[in-house]
């Protein structure tokens, strides 16, 4: 379930562009690429895919003589190679279609994220938070000074303590 998620995170970037402009871009290029890859891995490496079962397929050959990269050795039949190819693409276009049915019951929440960032060019997590509950955003200098890295309030009942400084 949690590489599932990832993967639909990664299609989420083609599913806007289909969604909002019913158009496809090359931007979202690497993304599917990782995808794909993760996908791959899954079914692979990982025997996370039901139809393939708990297995690996491919030997991988390590030369790291002179910096060679890794190579994979085919230890599988063509057939093999199909039913692999087959549940990579069906574990993606399920992805996909996740993310697009996230992104159509959450469009209004897309509309208004695309709109903030495109005044502000980037968001802090509580204008995230404000946006998504539908509520106004302050630009980036008006926010709480009292919060912690994540933006939440900072702890205002701390007892003072002797100073981490040495005197």
Known sequence: EYFEGE????????????????????????????????ARKMVTEWGMSPVMGPLTFGKKEEQIFLGREIAQHRDYSEDTAIRIDKEVKRIVEEC???????LEENREALVRLAEA?????????????????????????????????????????????PSPLPQ
């Not at 995170?9 to 931007?27: F, Q």
């Open 7 to 38: 993967i639909a995170i990664l299609m989420g970037g083609r599913c806007a562009e289909k969604l909002v402009l019913n158009t496809e871009t090359t931007g979202a290029a690497h993304d599917i690429e990782v995808a794909t890859d993760q």
């Open 96 to 102: 996909y279609e996740r993310a697009r049915k996230t």
């Open 117 to 161: 960032l495109l005044e502000y060019e980037t968001l802090d997590s509580w204008q995230i938070e404000a946006i998504m509950k539908g509520e106004p955003i302050k630009p980036r200098e008006s926010a709480p000074r009292d919060t912690d890295s994540q933006g939440q309030p900072a702890a205002k009942d701390k007892a003072p303590g």
